[in-house]
């Protein structure tokens, strides 16, 4: 008798503004090495590719009336009711995007509590690689994700390297490794729980 085959969604973060962009192909390893370790260990992968690049006036709108519409909505909900998260940003200034800032920003401050999530960033030269630990990890320490302890950082001489192949890899197979065992998340219902009415008619 076969075994039934667990079905895991992956959530997929990609800050790049550009089409293509090295964000956007670091992510793409990212989902597939996990996919790939998920596969190994019997189980299979959806994977949701959310671009920021695409929401950015959806955003905007967000911070202003308070709950997301249009593509935002289902980006979110993709985001928050994934069995895992893989984000990645480019670094600007020592930084996260502020694209990428404001989509966490807009999300509710429990909606990633526990989520294992994955982190990687794009940059320049190998010193930006800092701003993963200095600025990534301490907003989604606040957000309560259990954040992998590999990260990855590509700058501009890794691509096509050896050694990026096989962080990637190695931070694939990890989150892989935390993701089995758990129950496949719970889809969130938007009748359940849905947007006060003095919410919308209120923004702080």
């Given at each position: 008798m076969t075994t039934p085959t667990t079905t895991r969604s992956l959530a997929v973060v990609s800050a790049g503004l550009r089409e293509p962009s090295s964000t956007r192909m670091l992510a793409d390893r990212l989902a597939?090495?996990?996919?790939?370790?998920?596969?190994?260990?019997?189980?299979?992968?959806?994977?949701?590719?959310?671009?920021?690049?695409?929401?950015?006036?959806?955003?905007?709108?967000?911070?202003?009336?308070?709950?997301?519409?249009?593509?935002?909505?289902?980006?979110?909900?993709?985001?928050?009711?994934?069995?895992?998260?893989?984000?990645?940003?480019p670094v600007f200034q020592a930084s996260y995007s502020g694209l990428f800032k404001t989509f966490f920003d807009v999300l509710d401050k429990d909606a990633l509590e526990n989520t294992p999530t994955l982190l990687g960033a794009t940059g320049g030269t190998p010193r930006h690689s800092l701003a993963i630990d200095f600025a990534m990890r301490p907003l989604f320490a606040y957000l309560r994700a259990s954040?992998?302890?590999?990260?990855?950082?590509?700058a501009t001489e890794d691509w096509g390297s050896g050694e990026l192949a096989e962080r990637v890899t190695r931070a694939g197979r990890e989150l892989a490794d935390t993701i089995i065992g758990r129950a496949p998340a719970a889809k969130p219902d938007p009748f359940e729980e849905p947007v006060p009415f003095e919410r919308l008619l209120f923004k702080e």
């Open positions: 597939q090495a996990t996919a790939e370790a998920l596969r190994e260990r019997g189980e299979e992968a959806v994977v949701e590719v959310v671009e920021l690049r695409t929401l950015g006036h959806d955003l905007v709108n967000n911070l202003v009336s308070g709950f997301p519409a249009g593509e935002l909505k289902g980006a979110v909900e993709a985001v928050t009711g994934a069995d895992a998260l893989i984000a990645v940003t954040v992998q302890r590999t990260a990855v950082y590509a």
